[in-house]
């Protein structure tokens, strides 16, 4: 079974960033599409960011200018930098790796709260 684990949230004042980091357990961890995703409870989960193996890059429309997603292929890590920051991006941030559309494996959260 592929091992997601998500690491960096954290209490933020708004304005400020913060960087969340995934890791995976995969063999060629360079081919598979890298998701972040958040969830407030009682909401459905919705898509923040998705990068694909070959860097192709996509965003929320709420985080576009202020959130970046990259990939550091060595060390079988995505991230997403988080700046200028809102109360409303308060959220628990979940990681997922696409190995087919059959397979896609999310790691157990990281909560994020921007507030002053």
Do not use: H
């Amino acid at each position: 079974q592929v091992q997601v684990v998500e690491s960096g949230g954290g209490l933020v004042q708004p304005g400020g960033s913060l960087r969340l980091s995934c890791a995976a357990s995969i063999r060629v961890f360079g081919l598979y599409t890298m998701g972040w995703y958040r969830q407030v409870i009682g909401k459905q989960r919705e898509l923040v960011a998705r990068i694909t193996g070959g860097g192709r890059t996509n965003y929320a429309d709420s985080v576009k200018g202020r959130f970046s997603i990259s990939r550091e292929n060595a060390k079988n890590t995505v991230y997403l930098q988080m700046n200028s920051l809102k109360p409303e991006d308060t959220a628990v941030y979940y990681c997922n790796l696409e190995q087919s559309i059959l397979d896609i494996f999310w790691g157990q959260g990281t909560q994020v709260t921007v507030s002053s």
